[in-house]
């Protein structure tokens, strides 16, 4: 896997081999990036369950101001960690269950990447503790990347885009 665009374009990133981490695929991640272009530059990013990192680092690369990186899984988090390494950026990854950081979190984030594991049951009960503690900056989005076949209460949050990608959808909120 490669970063596509933006200041580390071509970099590759470390293999993935766990079983329990289902990276994007380029063709989704670029879409998302392709659809977030001309917003992301400058803001503040949210990787909640991010697994190899590499969605939090295409952020950076095309030009987000920080990047927050969160799972509870160590090897996920190693596998950041080591992500970043190899591209040069240092900051924040949590190893942290998602609700455990949202509720201690006092920060407002321009931007929210929710991939949780497909049939977690967690989609609800993160945008539900999102909203709570109003961790989205008055213009943020929240883009969910999810099985096709699932559908979601997105709460108090309007949906106000959605793009299938074969059996991956995303679906962007604010």
Do not use: W
């Not at 970063?3 to 293999?15: N, Q, V």
């Not at 803001?43 to 690369?61: M, Q, R, Y």
């Not at 160590?74 to 596998?79: A, E, N, Q, Y």
């Not at 080591?82 to 591209?87: A, G, V």
Request: with cysteine; charged share 35%; aromatic share 10%.
């Amino acid at each position: 896997m490669r970063i596509d665009s933006g200041k580390f374009k071509g970099r590759r990133l470390i293999e993935n081999k766990y079983d329990h981490i289902r990276p994007t695929t380029d063709k989704v991640r670029q879409a998302l990036f392709v659809k977030l272009q001309f917003f992301l530059p400058g803001k503040s990013v949210l990787d909640l369950f991010c697994g190899t990192g590499a969605i939090g680092i295409e952020a950076l690369s095309r030009g987000a101001e920080k990047v927050v990186f969160v799972d509870k899984d160590i090897r996920s988090v190693d596998m950041t960690k080591k992500n970043l390494k190899t591209m040069g950026i240092e900051t924040k990854v949590y190893k942290c269950d998602a609700m455990i950081f949202l509720d201690k979190c006092e920060e407002k984030f321009d931007l929210i990447i929710l991939d949780p594991p497909y049939k977690s049951g967690l989609y609800e009960k993160v945008l539900a503790k999102i909203f709570e503690k109003k961790l989205l900056a008055e213009e943020g989005i929240i883009v969910c990347e999810h099985d096709s076949r699932d559908t979601f209460d997105y709460g108090d949050f309007e949906v106000f885009d959605e793009k299938k990608y074969g059996n991956i959808t995303l679906t962007y909120l604010r």
